[in-house]
């Protein structure tokens, strides 16, 4: 069984800080995909990582890819209420990278 | 588009008793999937499709079955409902030419929540 070990489990931090979110599996997988959900709804897609190394920036959000393809990381700098949410790191699997393995997610506070 | 649509959005059964959650989607996409979200553990998959009439098991199929019989369609299948089924389940699709370099990013329904008592 893969598994992707998402830390910390819950986040409640400042308005203005930064913080970082970690996943990490003992897997190797074809993409890393990074999602994030708020109550009452499904997950929406932020980012797919797939080169190992690769980073990627979305405004305030980057989200590094690690070497070896088997961690990933996603860096808030300066947290805004806005980004509060439920935030799962997703690793490809499978013959053809079809198929998905979630963390058990990092639930994001930010107070303003 | 409406993107993919999952009914009902709330459902309470009494154990033993049966039910069918819908899911359909308008992207033509070839990939659909079935997820159970259960309070921190995450989202775990319980059956997928690559295409009209065929499906495969996930992590979690037990007590579940689905079929594909359009490109638009999955419905999940719940046969003698137990409490151990009672959680959120999310439908998405994702679409793959088949280049072999596909990262099959998925969109999700707005889900279904289930209790059974």
């Known amino acids: 069984t893969q598994l992707l070990e998402q830390s910390p489990q819950f986040l409640s931090i400042q308005e203005g800080e930064n913080l970082t979110v970690y996943c990490n599996s003992s897997?190797?997988?074809?993409?890393l995909q990074w999602y994030r959900q708020e109550p009452g709804e499904g997950p929406v897609l932020l980012v797919t990582?797939?080169?190992?190394?690769e980073v990627k920036k979305l405004k305030r959000l980057t989200f590094q890819f690690g070497d070896a393809r088997k961690d990933s990381s996603l860096h808030i700098t300066a947290a805004q209420p806005g980004d509060t949410g439920l935030y799962l790191c997703?690793?490809?699997?499978?013959?053809?990278?079809?198929?998905?393995?979630f963390g058990a997610g990092t639930i994001l506070r930010v107070k303003s | 588009n409406a993107g993919v649509t999952q009914t009902p959005k709330f459902r309470i059964l009494k154990i033993g008793q049966s039910m069918t959650l819908q899911c359909t989607q308008d992207?033509?996409?070839?990939?659909m999937y079935w997820y159970r979200q259960d309070p921190g553990m995450g989202l775990k998959l319980i059956y997928y499709?690559?295409?009209?009439?065929?499906?495969d098991k996930g992590e979690v199929p037990n007590g579940y079955n689905v079929s594909r019989s359009t490109t638009e369609d999955f419905p999940l299948r719940l046969e003698l409902a137990a409490p151990s089924q009672t959680s959120v389940y999310f439908c998405?699709?994702?679409?793959?030419?088949?280049?072999?370099?596909?990262?099959?990013?998925?969109?999700f329904g707005p889900g279904t929540r289930l209790t059974v008592t």
């Open positions: 990582v797939v080169t190992g190394g």
């Open positions: 499709s690559v295409g009209a009439g065929i499906t």
């Open positions: 992207m033509n996409h070839n990939y």
């Open positions: 998405a699709s994702s679409y793959a030419r088949g280049t072999g370099t596909e990262t099959y990013e998925q969109y």
């Open positions: 997703a690793g490809g699997i499978g013959e053809y990278g079809n198929k998905l393995v």
């Open positions: 897997s190797v997988f074809s993409s």
